[in-house]
Nanobody
Framework: EVQLTESGGGSVQAGGSLTLSCTAS????????MGWYRQAPDNECKLVSF???????YYSESVKDRFAISRDKSKNTLTLQMNSLKPDDTAMYYC??????????????????????WGQGTQVTVSP
């Protein structure tokens, strides 16, 4: 059975750090583009970062230079290191296999929990 399980969310003050982790099973993790999304209005999810099967990396401009994505193929894990957190980073964060979406003002979106491979999410709350 396909399963993606996130952990590492929590509450932190602005300027602090969190590390999100995702453990995958039931599909070919090594051959998949894996990413982190966060929930936006109307149950849409904004692509925060992804790492491709070829190890190419993408960051949303809003998190570039603050977040870092990585994967460990031997352990089927995906990690997002989040530094210098801002209140605007507050959201439910999802680990997912990256699929095509739509673009608004330079950012990519797709519906949260659409067809595809998604975790259940982990909440990040950043206080002022």
């Amino acid at each position: 059975e396909v399963q993606l399980t996130e952990s590492g969310g929590g509450s932190v003050q602005a300027g602090g750090s969190l590390t999100l982790s995702c453990t995958a099973s039931g599909f070919s993790f090594d051959d998949s583009a894996m990413g982190w999304y966060r929930q936006a209005p109307d149950n849409e999810c904004k692509l925060v970062s992804f790492i491709g099967s070829d190890d190419s990396i993408y960051y949303s401009e809003s998190v570039k230079d603050r977040f870092a994505i990585s994967r460990d193929k031997s352990k089927n894990t995906l990690t997002l290191q989040m530094n210098s957190l801002k209140p605007d980073d507050t959201a439910m964060y999802y680990c997912a296999e990256v699929m095509s979406g739509y673009k608004i003002r330079g950012d990519w979106y797709r519906p949260c929990q659409d067809s595809g491979r998604w975790g259940q999410g982990t909440q990040v709350t950043v206080s002022p």
